[in-house]
């Protein structure tokens, strides 16, 4: 059964509405017949440095510890590659666990400007 942890700073530091708004979309998320990892948009966004910011929900539907570190974290929107970082955050995720997490994508990496429909991230 999958289950649903947030990594301590943000189970400390998260708003009330953004913790229900993340409650609600790993509920309404089918676990069944899912193996490896996934990751669903939550939001988007670009912050001061214009660093584009995607928070996703990381699924982690294996049997096995999923570690982001130096993993190859790739950002594409309708099958177009628009970024990619290696992930330097030390995030584990425990077997049958999702986390929220959000990745930062330097403005340097992107390759073209996102659009406002969100497009999905992939581990590599």
Known sequence: MQNLAFESAWDRTLAHQDRSEIERVFSRLDHDQKVGQQAVILKTAFNHKEEFLVTVLVNNY????????????????????????KSQY???????????????FPAAALRKMPSKEFGELIFN
């Open 62 to 85: 294996s049997n096995e510890l999923f570690s982001l570190e130096g993993k190859k974290v790739l950002y594409n929107e309708s099958g177009e590659h628009i970024s990619e970082m």
């Open 90 to 104: 030390k995030l584990e995720i425990p077997a049958q666990t999702s986390m929220p997490w959000t990745f930062i």
